[in-house]
C-alpha cells in the first residue's frame, strides 16, 4: 500500500529542516572558513578600489555580512526546493563536479559555473556508460541557477 504524503507532512518537515540548518550553520568550521575566505576577497576587491579610485566603495565586513545573509537565504530555498521535489540526489554523482569546474576555471573564469562542469561529467556518464543519475546533477545545476537568479531579480549583484 502506497503512503500519502500530504502537505501538513512536508510543511513540518521543512520547518524541522530549517531549524537544524539554522543551529548546525552556527557550529560548523567549514561554514565559517568560507566566510573567512569571502571577507578576504572582499577586503582584496576594497584594497583594489582604494587604489585605483581613492577611496572605498564599499566595505568588506558590510558586504560579506550581505553575503552571508543572502548566502543563508539562499541555502535555505535551495534546500526547500530540494525536500518538495522528492528527488533522491546520490553525492557520489557530484565527486568529479567541483574539481572538474575548478579545472575549468582555469580555462577561462567563468567556466567554474557547475552546468559547464556537471554537462561534461552526464555526458561523459552517458557515453561511457557509468552509473551517473544525469537527472539528479542537471535538478541540482538548475536549483542553484534559480537561486542564483532570485539574487539577480532583487537586484542584488552577486559578483
Known amino acids: 500500500m502506497v503512503r500519502r504524503i500530504h502537505n501538513a507532512d512536508y510543511s513540518s518537515n521543512c520547518i524541522l529542516f530549517l531549524k537544524e540548518y539554522i543551529k548546525h550553520f552556527k557550529i560548523s568550521p567549514f ?39 543572502f548566502g543563508l537565504i539562499g541555502g535555505m530555498l535551495g534546500s526547500v526546493l530540494f525536500l518538495l521535489s522528492g528527488i533522491t540526489i546520490n553525492p557520489n554523482d557530484f565527486y568529479l563536479v567541483l574539481p572538474l569546474a575548478i ?50 531579480i532583487s537586484g542584488w549583484k552577486t559578483w
Not at 60 to 69: A, E, H, Q, R, W
Request: net charge positive; glycine share 6%.
Open 31 to 69: 561554514f565559517w572558513i568560507v566566510v573567512a575566505i569571502i571577507y578576504l576577497q572582499y577586503r582584496k576587491m576594497s584594497k583594489m578600489e582604494r587604489d585605483i579610485l581613492g577611496k572605498n566603495q564599499s566595505y568588506p565586513l558590510y558586504n560579506t555580512m550581505i553575503s552571508l545573509v
Open 103 to 152: 579545472i575549468l576555471s582555469l580555462i577561462h573564469p567563468r567556466f567554474i559555473c557547475f552546468s559547464y562542469a556537471g554537462g561534461i561529467v552526464s555526458l561523459i556518464g552517458i557515453i561511457f556508460g557509468y552509473s551517473i543519475n544525469v537527472s539528479s546533477i542537471m535538478f541540482v545545476i538548475g536549483v542553484l541557477h534559480l537561486v542564483e537568479s532570485f539574487f539577480n
